[in-house]
C-alpha cells in the first residue's frame, strides 16, 4: 500500500485542490516546512476500506518570512573559543577571548566571590525584583571604588550610576542617552578598539569615527596622532578612552600623556566616556588603575563611565557593571539618573540581583575588600610573570636582533603582537595557536610551560609570513 501511494499521481483539479489553495496562502499545512496532503479521489481507503479508489498524494513547501534574512558572520573573538574547542591537537592554545586562567589553564573562580555568596545563603535573601537603577548598595560601593570614597564628586552626589548588565549593557545604556539627548553628537573611538564597541553605537544609532592610537611601527602609541585628530573632532564630541588596560593593545598613555589629553578634550569643550573593565586586574591596584578617571574628575569635567566587573573579579557570566554619569550638581545627575532608568526600563526592566550583592558583599565589608585585593595582585601578578616569560623566550629565540620589548611595556592581560592578519592564520593552522586576527594575544589564557612554544610560533610566523 506504501508504495502504491507514493507512486500515485496527483487526481485532483488544480483549480480545486485545497494544496493549490495552500500554496495561494488560504490554508496551511502542518507545523513544518514541508507536509503532505492526502487527497480523497472517488474513495479513500484510508476512510472506506471496501473502495480500491487511489490515493493522490501532494507536496507542499511553505516560504518561509525569514527569507530575506541571511546568515550572521561569526563573532571573530567568540568564534575562536569554538575553533579551539573542534581542534584536537594536544598543543593546542586558545589566547582568544580574555578570560582569565590558572597556570594550569583552567577557569578560576575567587575565593572571596564563594565567601561572598555563602553570605547569601547564610542571610537567606530573597529573589524579588530590584529597582530599575540596581541595587543601592551596589550602586554605592561600585562609584566610590572607581571615584575613590573621599572623592568630591561622591559627597555631593553628582554622580549618577545605574546598575548595568556588565560593561556591554552599561555601553549602550550611554550609547542610547547619547542619541535622544545629544542629536547628531559623534563619538570617536581608537583605532583600534574592542570589537563590540563599534557594534554599540552603530546598534544605537550613534555616530562614530576613529583617532590614531596604535603605531605600528613601534608597536606603542601613537600620541602625536591621538591629540591631532581629538582637536579636529568637532566641538562637543564624545571621546571614547579605555580607562585602563587598551583592549586590544594592551598600551596605555603614561600619566603625563593623560594629563594632556585632559587639556585637549576640555579646549575642545569635548565629552570623556571612559570604558573601565580592568580597574584592580591590570596593575594589581584598584587606585592606580582609577588614576586617568580620577584625573579627570578632579578637574570637574563631566564624564561618562562604563564599568565591569567580569575581570577583576571573576563575575563573566553574573553580567555585573554600571554607567556612571559625572555631572555639574546634584540635581543634573538626578535628571540623568531618571533618563537612564527611562531607557532600561522597556530594554530589560531591572537588571539581576546575584552579581550586585557579590560586589557589594565584597567591596563593603573591609575583610573581604583586603582579601579581593590580595587576590587580584595574585592574578595580575600571574601575567605578569608570563608576559616576561614570554619576552624571556622571544629573546633568546629570535637571532634576528628584533626588538620585543613592547611586550613588556603593554599592561594587563592582552598583548598585541604586531603580527597580520595571514601571520596570525599561520599562527593557527600550523601552530593551533588560537587568537584574533588582528595579532592580538590574551596573556591570561598562556602558562609559564607554554612560553616557549608561543615563542616558536610567533618568530615563525613574523619572520616567514608576509
Given at each position: 500500500m506504501a508504495s502504491n501511494v507514493l507512486s500515485a499521481a496527483a487526481s485532483a483539479s488544480p483549480s480545486t485542490s485545497p494544496v493549490t489553495d495552500l500554496l495561494k496562502g488560504k490554508g496551511r499545512l502542518g507545523s513544518g516546512n514541508v507536509g503532505s496532503l492526502f487527497i480523497k479521489d472517488k474513495g479513500n481507503p484510508f476512510l472506506n476500506s471496501k473502495s480500491c479508489g487511489r490515493i493522490s498524494m501532494a507536496v507542499a513547501v511553505n516560504v518561509s518570512r525569514f527569507e530575506a534574512i541571511t546568515m550572521a558572520p561569526p563573532d571573530p573573538i567568540l568564534g575562536v573559543s569554538e575553533a579551539f574547542k573542534a581542534d584536537n591537537d594536544e598543543k593546542k592554545l586558545n589566547l582568544g577571548v580574555g578570560a582569565y586562567r590558572t597556570e594550569e589553564l583552567q577557569p578560576y573562580v575567587l575565593d572571596v566571590v564563594k565567601k561572598a555568596e555563602n553570605l547569601m545563603l547564610e542571610r537567606g535573601e530573597n529573589k524579588e525584583y530590584l529597582p530599575i537603577e540596581g541595587l543601592a548598595a551596589f550602586n554605592k560601593v561600585t562609584?566610590?571604588?572607581?571615584?575613590?570614597?573621599?572623592?568630591?564628586?561622591?559627597?555631593?552626589?553628582?554622580?549618577?550610576?545605574?546598575?548595568?548588565?556588565s560593561g556591554t549593557g552599561s555601553l549602550r545604556l550611554a550609547a542610547v542617552l547619547i542619541e535622544r539627548y545629544f542629536p547628531g553628537a559623534k563619538v570617536l573611538i581608537s583605532s583600534p578598539t574592542w570589537g563590540n564597541h563599534k557594534n554599540i553605537f552603530n546598534d544605537a544609532r550613534v555616530p562614530w569615527s576613529e583617532y590614531r592610537y596604535y603605531d605600528p611601527k613601534?608597536?606603542?602609541?601613537?600620541?602625536?596622532?591621538?591629540?591631532?585628530?581629538?582637536?579636529?573632532?568637532?566641538?562637543?564630541?564624545?571621546?571614547?578612552?579605555?580607562?585602563?588596560?587598551?583592549?586590544?593593545?594592551?598600551?596605555?598613555?603614561?600619566?603625563?600623556?593623560?594629563?594632556?589629553?585632559?587639556?585637549?578634550?576640555?579646549?575642545?569643550?569635548?565629552?570623556?566616556?571612559?570604558?573601565?573593565?580592568?580597574?584592580?586586574?591590570?596593575?594589581?591596584s584598584l587606585d592606580q588603575d582609577a588614576a586617568s578617571v580620577r584625573l579627570f574628575a578632579a578637574r570637574g569635567m563631566e564624564i561618562f563611565v562604563a564599568q565591569s566587573y567580569s575581570k577583576n573579579l571573576g563575575l563573566y557570566s553574573e553580567r555585573i557593571g554600571a554607567i556612571n554619569v559625572v555631572c555639574s550638581s546634584t540635581d543634573t545627575a538626578a535628571r540623568v539618573k531618571s533618563q537612564l532608568k527611562r531607557?532600561?526600563?522597556?530594554?530589560?526592566?531591572?537588571?539581576?540581583?546575584?552579581?550586585?550583592?557579590?560586589?557589594?558583599?565584597?567591596?563593603?565589608?573591609p575583610a573581604l575588600f583586603d582579601e579581593w585585593k590580595a587576590e587580584m595582585e595574585m592574578m595580575a601578578g600571574r601575567i605578569k610573570r608570563v608576559r616576561q616569560k614570554l619576552y624571556d623566550s622571544l629573546t633568546s629565540k629570535d637571532k634576528s636582533g628584533k626588538d620585543w620589548s613592547f611586550i613588556l611595556k603593554q599592561i594587563g592581560m592582552f598583548s598585541f603582537t604586531g603580527l597580520n592578519k595571514n601571520q596570525s592564520d599561520n599562527?593557527?593552522?600550523?601552530?593551533?595557536?588560537?587568537?584574533?586576527?588582528?595579532?592580538?594575544?590574551?596573556?591570561?589564557?598562556?602558562?609559564?610551560?607554554?612560553?616557549e612554544y608561543l615563542a616558536d610560533a610567533i618568530i615563525d610566523s613574523y619572520h616567514n609570513v608576509s
Open positions: 562609584a566610590e571604588l572607581l571615584f575613590g570614597a573621599d572623592s568630591p564628586v561622591i559627597s555631593e552626589q553628582r554622580v549618577a550610576t545605574v546598575q548595568g548588565l613601534t608597536v606603542g602609541l601613537d600620541f602625536e596622532g591621538m591629540i591631532e585628530d581629538i582637536k579636529a573632532a568637532p566641538e562637543g564630541s564624545f571621546i571614547l578612552l579605555h580607562g585602563c588596560a587598551h583592549n586590544p593593545t594592551g598600551i596605555d598613555p603614561t600619566p603625563e600623556q593623560w594629563e594632556k589629553i585632559a587639556d585637549v578634550i576640555q579646549e575642545k569643550n569635548h565629552i570623556p566616556f571612559f570604558d573601565v573593565a580592568y580597574q584592580g586586574f591590570a596593575s594589581g531607557i532600561a526600563r522597556p530594554m530589560y526592566s531591572n537588571p539581576p540581583i546575584h552579581g550586585a550583592r557579590i560586589v557589594a558583599n565584597v567591596v563593603g565589608d599562527m593557527t593552522n600550523k601552530w593551533h595557536v588560537y587568537m584574533t586576527k588582528d595579532g592580538r594575544i590574551s596573556l591570561a589564557g598562556l602558562n609559564l610551560a607554554k612560553c
